[in-house]
Structures are given as C-alpha cells and as structure tokens.
C-alpha cells in the first residue's frame, strides 16, 4: 500500500465529521436560547396574550420594506377587557382546540401545515369577514358549523367539528394573537380587513 | 437446510430474523400510505367525496403518519439486519428486542384505529393525550410518544450493547452515535405550549432533524453496507464517503434548519443564517451520487443483487433531485416568501421522501429477500426479471408525475394567490378555483395511480424473485 494523503484518509474525515457536527450544535444551542429569548409572549415579536384587547393591523413598515403587525387601540375581543392571565387562559383554551381538532391537517399556521384550506395565520384580519362588526360572531357560527356556510365556488367545505361555543371563541381568541406576531412580512403582500368604519 | 430458493428463517441470523418481522411491517404500512394518499388527493378533486365521514386532516393524517412509521420501521429492520454481520457476533438482547417489535406494532394498530374511529376529541389536555395531538407528522398522542422512545431505547441499547460486546466498525460507530441524535431530538417534540411560535420552533427541531439530518446519516450508513453486500466494495473506501457525508451533512443540515424559521416569529437573523446553510444541503447529496454511481463503475456494474442495486441508485438520484434540487428551488427567502404553504413544499415532500427514502428501504428489501431464500441468484437473467424492472418504473415514473402535478399547482398557487392576490383567503380560492392549479392535481392522481399499480407489483415481485432460481448469489467479494 501507498502512503495515505491526508485527504483521502478516514482517520482526517472521521475527526472532521465529529468537530463539524460538534460545532454546528454548539451553534445552534447558541442561537436557540437567543430565539427563545426573542419569541416568549410579551416580547416585541410575539406580543402579550393581552394584545386580544386591541385593534391588530397590518401595515407596510417603510424601514423594513415588508408589513408588520401593529397593536393599535383598545378594542376588546367579545367587548370585554380581559386581564393577562384571562386572556391567556382563553388564548391557551383556543390552541388546544386548534390540537384536539387537528385543523393543522387542511389548514396552515404560520404557513405550516397542509394544503387543503386556506392559510390562518392572518385568519382575524382576512377580508371574508366583510366588516370589523360582523367578524367576531360570523367567525363563532362559522367555526361552530360550517357545513351550511357560504365558503367558495369550488365546493370545498370545512367540516362539523363538534366545536363548543366556548371552545369556538377561545379559537377566535387564538386566532386574533396569531395575526398580532411579527411573521418578517408573512404573508407578503396582504389586503387586511377595512377596520376603520 | 432447505432448497436454495425457498423461504427459510434458517438462512438468516438473529437479527435478520428480526429485521425481516420489520420489513414486512414497514411493507403493509406503505401501502397504507398510498391508500390514504389517494382519498386525499381525490377530495380535491370531487370535494364530497367522504365529508363528515374520512375528511381530508384525517386521511392527509394517516398519509404522512404511515409514511413516518413505515420508513422508521424500515431503518429499524435495515440496522438488525446488519448489526451481527458488522459486530461479528450474535445480537445483544435479541429477545427483549423481539418483544419490542411486537408492543410497537401493536402501538401504531391501537393510534392507526383511533385515528380513523375516534378522529378528534374536545378541547382539551385529555385528547392530546389519548387521541390526537394535533401536529402535523408528530400527531400521536402523548401516549404513543412515551411507548415510542421506550421502544426506541431498547432498540438503541441491542446496537449499542452489541457492537460493544463485538467490534465497533465506522459503520457501527457512526450508527449508534446517529441513534442517540435520533432520540434526544424526538423528546423535543414531547410537550405542549400555548405559544404557536415556540410550539413551531421546537416541533422543527423534531422534524428537521430528523429528516433533513439524523434520517440523512441513517441512510449514508445503510448505503455504505449496501455498496459493500451488493456491490463488493472496499470497506475503507465506503467508510471515509461516510465520514465526509456525515460531515457535510451536518455541517450544512444542523444549522440549514433555520430556512424553517424564517416566517413563525424567529428573529431576522435566521433569514440569512437559513438561507446560507440550507443552500449548502444538496452537497453532501451530490457527494452521494458520486460516490454510488463511481463505485458501480469501478466494479463494472457488476452486482450480486441487481434490483437492490438498481434502488440504491435510485437513492443516490433521488435523493439529490428529491430534497436537494427540489428543496434548494425554494429555500432561499426571497423566493420561499411566496412559496411557503403551496403546493410547491407538497411537490418537494413527495421527492424527497420517495427519492431519499423509500427508495433504499427497497433496496433492503430486495437484500433480505435474496438471504432469505437462501443467498441465491439475483443478478442477471433473471426468472420473473420483468417484475422488479417494472414496478421499479412504475414507481419513479409515478412519482415524477406527481411531483410534476404538485410543482405546476405550486407554481400557480404562488403566482396567482401570493404574488397577485395578496394571500387573502379569496386569493386562495382563486388559486384553487384556476384550470392549471385543477389540472395539476388530476395529472397527480394519474400518476398516483400509476404509483399504486408499481406498489402491487413490488410487493408481488419481492414475494416471488428468487423462487424457481437455482444459481447461487453471484460472489462479488473478490477483488476491490
């Protein structure tokens, strides 16, 4: 046998495969406890549960060049003020639903999920509701049975979950918080609700 | 012994024994994929197909969870089936790892049923639990999750404890190492929380890692063994490929998992971090093909097993078409912007589990079959030859057409909803509602029955290639 080149040899590759693999994690370890720190609720990117008691918009940012959520003025989801801890608790009731009932396997969140229906991330703020008055009951009866809904022209219907009326505006709650996260511009491009009449 | 070309548990050892109870799990459960795959991709196109009875969340569900498991069963069966031949000695617990098989299988049974009598539950704590949990490819209830990594340790403690006891090879070392990765990386994916942004960034530890990087070493050992059975290749060569792979792999799939966190409320940095190392993923995939296709010319294609062989190739390709050419179209942010949540990441998934992943859990297939009866002739002029090379393309070519299908609808979707539309749900449905979106998915339900029809035939060939053979194995050992 040849003298191994140090290119070729499995010892160099071997000791490679671990210090890439090593460092990478270390890395990543780094980066997570940065993120975390950047994405617990209350924090600038993902604001307090709290938000639901507000107006959500979504407006371009001139600076960043994409929009971004903003909290506006008081407008209590269901006209009623709720504390921290009740609005998480509503918030929570909301995403367990949103588990228990596996909406994730037509829908996306965060654009994460299957294909089948349309994308919730923004869900609160879409114009189907048609008016910033109408939209929280219309999302309540629709979310409780849908099956004899207006939904679109290609006979897609979502299904009858069995959803609770109390199990249905923890939804909306939930889905209201979801619109208030700053997503880098996710979806791009969006036409929000007209809330201003 | 019994007659060169008959089934016979006495041709295989421990292990094998136990890997074979694996494979033919892993062989049921993917035609459980299919099935499932094709009432879902049905209800798009005839909607009322089955509402309120098998919505499309539950047999999408059952689609990618059958998948999951088929090709984990598949992995699990591929690493008996070469731990006492790579250890030199017999497996190390075999008999717990017997009993292992069986509470498994009997788990996926009892969450399978469940998924399809009880569906969903209230919400409520009780039905993660016990019915659902509700998220996408880790939908198992918390229940399944425990008997999961119970089942997954003492798998992991039979190839520990046995290359211990025997011998450690590169291809052992590299195993057992890429297994710890494999479980501390699903407990992950193990715990529930009301923040949608911290929920989606753990729950892509699970999923990233295991498929883009713990699955990717899985198969760079399984190709290292299979290069050396079928092919007769170099111990040291197939073994320094694997180091580079796993250092290659690692390297640009540990941190590409940031192309996930660029739109679920991770911090800017990610964008570039993502986009960067996500961009590096196809070349270790590149590495791959090279080595395969190098190493089946160095040996003159000269195989003991042609349609093992045949599949390893097909891994070698699809996997650099499936998930690196097909994932690297849409990683990078300016472009997954639009991307994201289309039809486009559906056409990807299909390449890339099929390309990276069935494809070699079908070459282990055609290896065990050829042990089982017996070590016997499977090169060329083959009895019954027809079968293997045509389920092989039926199955690819089944596949092109699909992804083809989904990347057409994608295309559309991220034109027509993201770009123009503005992603409003009325945008959506005019995407939906548009001819190519509406011809795209009936050319994927051409194709997936095309899919179907190479299924039946795999498994008819696997269960019949080798009967009426009475050659003996081609010996492809000597020489280098």
Request: include cysteine; aromatic fraction near 14%.
């Amino acid at each position: 046998m040849t003298t191994e080149i140090w290119w070729a040899s499995g010892i160099f590759w071997r000791k490679t495969a671990i210090w890439v693999t090593a460092g990478s994690f270390v890395v990543l370890v780094f980066l997570t406890f940065d993120s975390m720190s950047q994405i617990t609720a209350g924090t600038k990117r993902v604001p307090a549960y709290s938000a639901i008691n507000h107006r959500i918009e979504y407006r371009f940012d001139e600076a960043r060049h994409v929009q971004v959520p903003v909290i506006g003025a008081e407008e209590p989801l269901f006209g009623r003020k709720l504390t921290e801890q009740e609005a998480e608790a509503l918030v929570d009731k909301g995403k367990l639903t949103v588990q228990a009932k596996n909406c994730m396997s037509c829908h996306t969140l965060l654009g994460n999920g299957a294909y089948y229906a349309p994308d919730l991330t923004k869900a609160w703020l879409d114009p189907f509701w048609g008016s910033r008055e109408m939209r929280e009951e219309l999302m309540v009866e629709f979310i409780k049975d849908p099956s004899d809904k207006l939904h679109n022209g290609l006979g897609r219907r979502m299904p009858r979950l069995g959803i609770t009326d109390e199990e249905a505006r923890a939804v909306v709650a939930f889905l209201k918080w979801m619109s208030t996260i700053d997503t880098n511009g996710f979806p791009y491009n969006f036409k929000p609700l007209d809330q201003e009449n | 012994m019994t007659a060169l070309g008959t089934i016979d548990g006495t041709n295989l050892n421990g292990g094998q024994k136990l890997a074979v109870k694996y494979f033919c799990v892993a062989a049921i459960l993917f035609g459980a994929q299919i099935a499932f795959g094709l009432l879902a991709g049905l209800q798009y196109l005839i909607p009322d197909f089955l509402y309120e009875v098998l919505d499309f969340s539950i047999n999408r569900m059952v689609h990618i969870n059958a998948m999951v498991v088929w090709m984990l069963f598949g992995f699990i069966g591929s690493a008996y089936w070469l731990m006492e031949e790579e250890s030199g000695i017999p497996v190390v617990g075999l008999k717990l790892g017997n009993l292992v098989f069986w509470i498994f299988t009997a788990a996926v049974a009892v969450v399978v049923a469940v998924y399809l009598l009880v569906q969903i539950g209230p919400g409520e704590h009780s039905t993660l639990w016990l019915i659902t949990e509700g998220r996408e490819y880790i939908e198992a209830p918390r229940w399944a999750d425990i008997g999961i990594v119970v089942c997954l340790l003492v798998f992991f403690f039979n190839a520990a404890a046995t290359f211990n006891k025997g011998k450690w090879t590169g291809i052992g070392g590299v195993l057992v190492l890429d297994l710890i990765a494999l479980f501390g990386i699903y407990l992950a994916g193990m715990f529930y929380t009301t923040n949608i942004s911290v929920d989606q960034y753990w729950w892509w530890w699970v999923i990233h890692l295991w498929v883009e990087a713990t699955w990717e070493v899985l198969v760079g050992v399984l190709m290292a063994y299979g290069l050396m059975t079928v092919l007769g290749a170099r111990r040291k060569i197939v073994e320094t490929w694997l180091y580079i792979e796993v250092a290659l792999m690692f390297g640009s799939g540990i941190l590409g998992l940031g192309h996930h966190y660029f739109w679920i409320g991770t911090p800017e940095y990610w964008l570039s971090i993502g986009g960067f190392f996500s961009a590096l993923e196809p070349v270790p995939l590149v590495a791959m093909v090279v080595h395969a296709v190098f190493d089946s010319g160095v040996h003159k294609m000269r195989s003991s097993n042609h349609p093992a062989m045949a599949w390893l190739i097909a891994h070698a390709f699809g996997n650099f078409f499936g998930a690196g050419v097909w994932g690297f179209m849409h990683t990078l942010p300016q472009i997954n912007l639009y991307t994201h949540g289309t039809q486009w990441s559906a056409s990807h998934g299909h390449l890339a589990f099929f390309g990276a992943y069935a494809t070699i859990n079908i070459a282990f297939f055609y290896i065990a079959m050829q042990k089982w009866r017996g070590n016997v002739w499977m090169s060329g002029d083959l009895v019954g030859g027809w079968k293997w090379k045509w389920s092989m393309v039926l199955l690819n070519l089944g596949m092109v057409g699909m992804t083809m299908g989904l990347l057409v609808a994608g295309y559309e979707q991220s034109q027509i909803e993201r770009a123009i539309e503005g992603s409003t749900w009325a945008g959506y449905f005019a995407a939906q509602a548009h001819p190519w979106f509406q011809q795209g998915m009936f050319w994927r339900m051409i194709f997936g029955g095309m899919f179907a029809a190479g299924y039946v035939l795999l498994v008819l060939d696997l269960l019949t290639i080798g009967r009426h053979e009475t050659r003996p194995a081609q010996n492809v050992s000597a020489g280098g």
